[in-house]
């Protein structure tokens, strides 16, 4: 070796040869000293012990391998033959032989650490990345290989590095040099490695050398995401370090591994690493009371500002975390059809674990965290947003991927496991839910099962299902949560006036802890993140269901949907699960109630929502379950136009696409048959169902009604529905409209008369307490303020609601009054209407005067305004003013001018009070005549007067089987409400009845001789 060139041995090797061999030999040897040097940039290790004369290319120091240089007979150079026989040598030196090896280009030159490096796998780590900056890409990728090689050796045999941590290592690589500028060639590294392992060794020991990382990440997810927002670094970088295991098939493999649980507890499940990232949630949860106690201090003294501050930061959580774990998923989805499998086999059975979450919603804790057999509500939403984010390739309305669902997956039943990954079906439970309609044991077995299912169909269904228990657990647990804060909010409004009162502290701790709750939940459902690609969903969800409705066995294409609506494959909505439309409904109810604004963005399209309900709303054979078709009705009333006029800039085009749903959708000239059909639905279910229950659901319809009577259109179907009705009012099944006003004046006289109650006890609850309010300890107090508070909850319920149900009926006797004075109704009307006038104009009408009448949504003038309208719309039938004044019970000479003095009070229009005051004076005559047909009635025979009512049959019949003899218009009006004989409680029909034409002309020629008799 030469002072000037320690590789003057490889030159000197051209001086014996001809100029073209030496041409070609000075080529090898330009090779061999380039893939020397690159060698020792890439290892820092050297042959050459001399490195004064540092060529540009060299580092200036470099490790020193004595033993490799003395048994290669002194070479100075690194060649493919002995690099790696060098890495070797070179990973198995401890730190103090480093030190003593290092050469160095002059006596002043500063040894780089890396040439020092004793963590082994660091090193190769390093050596990995330099390799990766090489020009030379051949080169490069000779080094590559040997140090993935010596980094296979290190990991499956650990053993041979003395004092080496492999382990800990690993850890080191990830946790420090993820987020260097090399980041990609150190996973690049990792990866590769990995690889190599596998090559020689099983799958389990992939495993055990990651779950030590995965172990690390997962701990410090816990840390920092469990119950609570991502505000901790470590957990930050852990959630970005995760989806280096989404690189490969095999990576994924080991993570999906990992976070599986063989358990089938909905705990497990959150505890898994993949469930406490999904748990990192302003919502509370099982360890904490979450971000609430960070987000909301001092609820009841929060701002605005305050709460949008808060909103903001959950906010900004939330799509982090579920935009990490989409991203994680959607990887994993695409890397192979196994872990594609693995990752929906852990959802599956993640929403299986939590299957009792709606029947458990009722027992949340007044914190908000959940029962201890489920997920929290955070994880659940989370979840739910990264599902439906998987939807949106078919989220478009009558989007060709849509035609891939099959609607039987729901029935699938699986005898083996294996089934379920080859046919694409992850869902469980769902053969046991509650379908659209009802299917026979044998019309199951009957259905055609597709092979197999495809992606689409999985993740629709998953979606729906984990929707269901998510979001619509989450606003059941919302709704009690706010029912109990209710419960406690005028105790704590007592406790703020005085602070000394027992129990002050705990009911102040309670209520502020409630509120907490209630807000963080609150947050969690409306997040924008979620909710909207949710209307996304649900539009695509409509649109489908809608097709399935009117489609027939035609699954190939969308048709455009007409009335009247042709026959469907019934079996498919068989396999339609119920919760489907539930979603549907929770979304448009939660967004139009706390963050309308999200609904512009999916307006365009609502009318697939206007289908769905115009094709279920009214439909038993489509969508047997009435209550459910009375939640299509809240979604209407959700879509109504807000008539405001305050609406500026897009509140304004927001209005205006309502307004066209109700004016121009193709088929809204259906919509209030479909109204009136789920209306009357709801009473006939065959189910015991609570009256107050029923009125929750129709107070939505009683709005709709208000509104589409001022569209020419509907107003128009209305007043052909009456016509219809009083054309068939004798059918064998009662038309649709008489039936539905049948009910109306049902709940009207039960709304009314239940609130005048109400505010006749409440007006004497004010008058004991203040009487006896200073001789009442603090605790009578309390327990008769929280008495009082549930009675007022109560009137408000029912002042509300009476007032909407006189409302509607003011409006329908405008324009349909001939069917409100035929015989059928006649009677009732004029005697409801008699009863309340009297109540709230006659001399008792004091017995309501509560002192704030607001505070009750107490409104009298209101209805006292809407009862005198509706006798002015009937005034022009003779049979309506004979009804009135001949209404025995309520009816006197002076309960028009008494409601006259009231009207006077309330400012009514001149013009109406003066008519009202008109038809008082021909009542009063039609009065003078009933008197004489009392007395008529007084001496009567008995078989001329009707055993139901008591009253001088005008019209008598025969009921077919029990032959009683009864008026016609009386049991006109029991078959209403009751389709059977009252006497024997067989089926009767009105057409079944048999007139009594003797009985009739016997009981007219008595009448007309007792008048004679009297004249005489």
Request: glycine share 2%; net charge negative; hydrophobic share 40%.
């Amino acid at each position: 070796m030469t002072d000037s060139n320690p590789f003057a041995a490889l030159q000197n090797a051209t001086n014996s040869h001809s100029k073209d061999e030496n041409h070609v030999t000075e080529k090898m040897v330009r090779e061999k000293l380039e893939l020397s040097y690159c060698y020792e940039r890439v290892f820092l290790v050297s042959l050459d012990k001399d490195l004064s004369d540092v060529d540009v290319h060299r580092p200036n120091s470099l490790v020193f391998l004595e033993d490799l240089h003395n048994t290669l007979d002194q070479q100075e150079w690194l060649d493919i033959e002995n690099i790696s026989q060098a890495m070797f040598e070179r990973t198995l030196m401890s730190s103090k032989q480093l030190r003593k090896s290092v050469v160095k280009a002059t006596a002043d030159s500063a040894v780089d650490h890396n040439v020092i490096e004793d963590q082994t796998l660091v090193y190769l780590c390093n050596c990995y990345i330099r390799a990766s900056k090489e020009r030379n890409q051949v080169n490069a990728q000779n080094c590559k290989d040997v140090i993935t090689e010596n980094a296979s050796t290190c990991l499956r045999q650990p053993d041979l590095y003395e004092g080496q941590n492999i382990e800990e290592q690993m850890c080191t690589i990830f946790f420090t040099e993820f987020f260097s500028a090399d980041s990609e060639h150190m996973l690049n590294f990792l990866e590769k490695s990995f690889n190599k392992v596998l090559e020689s060794e099983d799958f389990l020991t992939l495993c055990s050398l990651l779950h030590p990382i995965l172990s690390k990440l997962h701990r410090a997810c816990t840390r920092g995401l469990l119950g609570k927002l991502c505000d901790d670094s470590d957990a930050s970088n852990a959630l970005k370090i995760i989806h280096f295991f989404a690189r490969n098939q095999n990576l994924a493999e080991v993570l999906l591994g990992y976070t599986n649980t063989t358990s089938s507890s909905a705990r497990a499940f959150e505890k898994s690493l993949f469930g406490t990232i999904l748990s990192s949630s302003c919502a509370p949860g099982h360890y904490r009371e979450g971000a609430a106690n960070d987000l909301f201090i001092n609820p009841d003294k929060m701002t605005q500002a305050d709460v949008d501050r808060a909103e903001a930061m959950a906010y900004s959580n939330s799509s982090m975390i579920t935009s990490c774990m989409h991203n994680l998923f959607n990887k994993i989805f695409r890397l192979s059809p196994r872990t594609k499998h693995l990752l929906l086999n852990w959802i599956g059975r993640l929403i299986a674990a939590n299957s009792g979450r709606v029947q458990l919603a009722s027992t949340m804790a007044m914190d908000g965290a959940p029962p201890r057999d489920e997920c929290s509500d955070g994880l659940m939403l989370n979840l739910c947003n990264v599902l439906v984010r998987m939807c949106e390739p078919f989220c478009k309305p009558k989007s060709s991927l849509l035609l891939k669902l099959r609607p039987q997956y729901c029935r699938q039943q699986f005898k083996e496991a294996n089934d379920q990954e080859q046919r694409h079906h992850h869902c469980l439970g769902l053969p046991d839910e509650t379908f659209l309609i009802s299917l026979e044991e044998n019309e199951v077995e009957e259905l055609e099962m597709p092979t197999e299912y495809g992606f689409v169909c999985d993740v629709f269904f998953l979606t729906q299902q984990a929707l269901y228990l998510g979001v619509h657990g989450t606003k059941e647990k919302f709704l009690n949560l706010n029912r109990e804060l209710n419960r406690i909010q005028s105790l704590y409004q007592q406790v703020q006036n005085n602070p000394a009162a027992p129990n002050a502290e705990a009911i102040k701790f309670a209520f502020e802890r409630a509120m907490k709750a209630y807000m963080a939940i609150r947050t969690a459902m409306i997040d924008p993140e979620l909710l909207k690609p949710i209307l996304r969903f649900h539009i695509a969800s409509a649109t489908y269901l809608s097709y399935l409705a009117t489609g027939g066995d035609n699954v190939s294409q969308f048709s455009p949907l007409t009335f009247p609506l042709t026959a469907c494959n019934t079996r498919l909505l068989g396999c339609m699960p119920e919760f489907v439309i539930n979603n549907i409904t929770d979304a448009m109810v939660i967004t139009r109630r706390f963050k309308s604004v999200y609904l512009q963005d999916v307006l365009e399209f609502g009318g697939h929502f206007m289908d769905l309900i115009l094709v279920f709303m009214g439909s038993k054979s489509r969508l047997k379950n009435p209550h459910l078709r009375a939640k299509l009705a809240e979604v209407l009333y959700e879509m109504m136009p807000n008539e405001d006029n305050n609406a500026t800039g897009r509140d304004i085009v927001q209005e205006m696409v309502k307004r066209d749903l109700f004016t121009s959708h193709p088929n809204i000239d259906n919509l209030a048959e479909v109204l009136f059909t789920v209306f009357v639905s709801i009473e006939t279910t065959g189910e015991s169902v609570q009256f107050e229950q029923k009125l929750n659901y129709r107070q939505p319809m009683y709005k709709v009604i208000d509104y589409i009577w001022k569209i020419d259109l509907h107003q128009k179907a209305i007043v052909r529905l009456a016509d219809v009705a009083l054309k068939d009012i004798e059918n064998t099944d009662a038309p649709l409209f008489l039936k539905f006003v049948n009910l109306l004046v049902n709940d009207a006289n039960f709304l009314l008369g239940e609130a005048l109650d109400l505010m006749k006890q409440l007006k004497e609850k004010e008058q004991e307490n203040q009487e006896s309010a200073a001789t009442m300890s603090q605790r009578e107090m309390q327990q008769r303020e929280a008495n009082m508070s549930h009675m007022a909850q109560f009137a408000r319920f029912h002042n509300s609601a009476a007032v909407d149900t006189i409302h509607t009926l003011s409006l329908l006797t405008s324009e349909c009054s001939k069917l409100f004075c035929h015989s059928v109704m006649v009677d009732r009307i004029a005697s409801m209407l008699n009863y309340f006038l009297r109540e709230l104009t006659g001399p008792q009408m004091g017995a309501f005067k509560v002192k704030e009448f607001a505070k009750y949504e107490f409104k009298p003038a209101v209805v006292v305004a809407e009862i005198s309208d509706i006798y002015l719309n009937l005034a022009h039938s003779e049979s309506f003013c004979e009804a009135v004044s001949g209404d025995g019970r309520s009816y006197s000479p002076k309960l028009f001018p008494q409601t006259v003095t009231v009207l006077n009070k309330i400012h009514h229009p001149f013009d109406k009070i003066q008519q009202f005051t008109e038809l008082g004076h021909t009542i009063e005559n039609a009065a003078a005549k009933h008197l004489e047909d009392d007395d008529l009635v007084a001496s009567a025979p008995e078989e001329f007067l009707d055993p139901l009512l008591g009253t001088l049959m005008k019209d008598p019949v025969i009921l077919p089987s029990s032959k009683i003899v009864v008026d016609k218009s009386t049991i006109a009006r029991h078959i209403l409400s009751d389709q059977n004989d009252p006497f024997n409680r067989n089926p009767l029909a009105l057409d079944q009845v048999i007139p009594d034409s003797q009985l009739k002309s016997r009981i007219n020629e008595w009448i007309a001789e007792q008048r004679k008799a009297k004249l005489s």
